[in-house]
């Protein structure tokens, strides 16, 4: 779960909200043969205030389709695991915003 915003007089326009899982390993390949040695997982999203008027936490499901499935802490901090959460829009105003919040294990 994550808190991504507090209630708000205006409203987000089109807000979104990604979160990404790095991690360090054995990475992969691209088809130009250069090794890129970082991983990056999407982390599926659930939120029901599309408007962000209320507080909004977003949750995510552990389940076997998720990359934090089977982990433990010490197991992604082995990894050096890093899970990236952006929240971006617009306001009523039309100015766009974005933040960025990092999580380690």
């Known amino acids: 779960m994550f808190r991504v ?4 007089k205006r409203t987000a326009i089109a807000p979104k909200v990604h979160a990404v899982m790095y991690t360090w390993g054995p990475g992969h390949t691209t088809a130009e043969g250069e090794h890129i040695p970082v991983l990056v997982q999407q982390i599926t999203l659930h939120y029901l205030d599309a408007t962000l008027l209320l507080p909004v936490v977003v949750e995510h499901t552990v389940d076997e389709r998720s ?4 982990h433990t802490s010490a197991s992604l901090e082995a990894l050096g695991a890093e899970i990236v959460v952006t929240f971006e829009g617009t306001s009523e105003l039309g100015d766009t915003f974005m933040t960025r919040q990092s999580y380690l294990p």
Not at 67 to 70: A, R, V
């Open 5 to 8: 915003a507090d209630i708000r």
């Open 67 to 70: 990359p934090l499935y089977g």
